[in-house]
């Protein structure tokens, strides 16, 4: 069992930055990979970025890379998603979650357990 909570989310202008975390606790592996998902209103939950629990892959959709980062810290079993640049569209909840299987990492079918979501909203 993981449990995941997300923390961060807030009202920022354009241009601006935030920084989201994900607490992991439970047993952990790692071939684990972590992502975050969004979802804006009215659309479906969509890819942004994923990272292995161990080694340095990681991997962007293609409408955030350059602009979001996600990174890990192992010893306080933390999982962050830096975003600069923020745009309007942006705009959603952002969940992390947890894949502990094979499948792809930019499919949400292929995460086993989610967070309850954080709430980023970017203004024009």
């Known amino acids: 069992q993981v449990q995941l909570v997300e923390s961060g989310g807030g009202l920022v202008q354009a241009g601006d930055s935030l920084r989201l975390s994900c607490a992991v606790s439970?047993?952990?592996?790692?071939?684990?990979?972590m992502g975050w998902f969004r979802r804006a209103p009215g659309q479906e939950r969509e890819f942004v970025a994923a990272?292995?629990?161990?080694?340095?892959?990681?991997y962007y959709a293609d409408s955030v890379k350059g602009r979001f980062t996600v990174s890990r810290d192992n010893a306080k079993n933390m999982v962050h998603l830096q975003m600069n640049s923020l745009k309007p569209e942006d705009t959603a909840v952002y969940y992390c979650?947890?894949?502990?299987?094979?499948?792809?990492?930019?499919?949400?079918?292929?995460?086993?357990?989610w967070g309850q979501g954080t709430q980023v909203t970017v203004s024009s």
């Open positions: 979650a947890v894949r502990r299987y094979g499948g792809s990492y930019d499919h949400e079918r292929t995460y086993d357990y």
């Open positions: 439970g047993r952990t592996f790692s071939s684990y990979y």
């Open positions: 990272i292995r629990w161990s080694g340095d892959s990681t």
